[in-house]
């Protein structure tokens, strides 16, 4: 898998011991990219994230970052290595002001990098120092987003996985959050994200996966799902070809 960042190879992982969501999946993301993983609800697409992260240990098979299994790390060696994570829905602490979230997703830095870090985040963030001082529970949708996006961005991680980043956010303030992300991956940011607005990704994203029961379905140019008549059967759910028959064009199902 050339310029692979990520890999995933064979995975199979659950919530339970009776409960399987990733089937034997098989998936790369590649360096500097935005890779989109969309597909219906429970094809396993939040808990590929959570895997990667730490969050669960496979059951089988392997993951690979940047080539070296992280199969079982910690989040906090992940963290280290280079990964942050932005999971869905509101993940502040709300009655914090924004200057005091900030510094807790800097705790792991040595002291003297902190500040650094800080300016370096609220230069790309100014609204946030606008409210540097204000409740996190005060800021919008949209700044509340930028306040976690941000607060990730203080480890100046190499890749950034984002859970449906546009939940209960504005038309308007979801496209803002989808050129940030284009933006960090243009400057060399590796994004892997899941997004409920998949019309909206697919025009900020590099690469599309389509997941079906834990397992790749699909593995296309954004452009060519933009451009089928059948993409909310994909994203909703339905069958889709066979991964051996990836180079067959979509219109043949």
Same mark, same amino acid.
């Given at each position: 898998?050339? +310029?692979?960042?990520?890999? @995933?190879? *064979?995975?199979?992982?659950? %919530? /339970?011991?009776?409960?399987?969501?990733l089937n034997g999946t098989t998936l790369?993301?590649?360096?500097?990219?935005?890779?989109?993983?969309?597909?219906?609800?429970?094809?396993?697409?939040?808990?590929?994230?959570? /895997?990667?992260?730490?969050?669960?240990?496979?059951?089988?098979?392997?993951?690979? @970052?940047?080539?070296?299994?992280?199969?079982?790390?910690?989040?906090?060696?992940?963290?280290? *290595?280079?990964?942050? %994570?932005?999971?869905?829905?509101? +993940?502040?602490?709300?009655?914090?002001?924004?200057?005091?979230?900030?510094?807790?997703?800097?705790?792991?830095?040595?002291?003297? $990098?902190?500040?650094?870090?800080?300016? $370096?985040?609220?230069?790309? @963030?100014?609204?946030?120092? $606008?409210?540097?001082?204000? *409740?996190?529970?005060?800021?919008?949708?949209?700044?509340?987003?930028?306040?976690?996006?941000?607060?990730?961005? =203080?480890?100046?991680?190499?890749? =950034?996985?984002?859970?449906?980043?546009?939940?209960?956010?504005?038309?308007?303030?979801?496209?803002?959050?989808?050129?940030?992300?284009?933006?960090?991956?243009?400057?060399?940011?590796?994004?892997?994200?899941?997004?409920?607005?998949?019309? /909206?990704?697919?025009? %900020?994203?590099?690469?599309?996966?389509?997941?079906?029961?834990?397992?790749?379905?699909?593995?296309?140019?954004?452009?060519?799902? =933009?451009?089928?008549? +059948?993409?909310?059967?994909?994203?909703?759910?339905?069958?889709?070809?066979?991964?051996?028959?990836?180079?067959?064009?979509?219109?043949?199902?």
């Amino acid at each position: 898998m050339s +310029n692979s960042i990520i890999e @995933f190879d *064979q995975v199979v992982a659950g %919530y /339970t011991p009776s409960v399987t969501i990733l089937n034997g999946t098989t998936l790369d993301a590649r360096a500097g990219e935005i890779t989109l993983l969309i597909g219906p609800n429970g094809a396993g697409k939040s808990t590929v994230l959570k /895997t990667l992260f730490g969050m669960l240990v496979p059951r089988s098979g392997e993951v690979r @970052f940047e080539g070296r299994r992280v199969n079982g790390k910690s989040q906090r060696e992940l963290l280290a *290595q280079g990964m942050a %994570y932005v999971p869905q829905g509101r +993940n502040l602490f709300a009655s914090l002001s924004v200057l005091h979230n900030l510094e807790l997703g800097g705790i792991t830095l040595p002291r003297a $990098e902190r500040g650094p870090r800080m300016d $370096e985040v609220l230069a790309r @963030f100014p609204r946030l120092l $606008e409210r540097i001082d204000n *409740q996190a529970s005060t800021l919008s949708g949209g700044e509340q987003k930028q306040l976690e996006i941000g607060r990730a961005l =203080l480890l100046r991680p190499r890749v =950034l996985l984002i859970d449906e980043p546009s939940i209960g956010l504005s038309p308007r303030l979801v496209q803002e959050v989808m050129a940030l992300l284009r933006q960090l991956a243009d400057q060399g940011v590796t994004v892997l994200m899941v997004e409920q607005n998949v019309r /909206t990704a697919l025009k %900020y994203s590099d690469r599309a996966l389509v997941l079906e029961m834990g397992r790749l379905a699909l593995d296309r140019p954004p452009a060519h799902l =933009l451009d089928d008549p +059948n993409l909310n059967r994909l994203f909703l759910g339905g069958h889709v070809p066979d991964p051996e028959r990836l180079d067959a064009p979509m219109q043949e199902r």
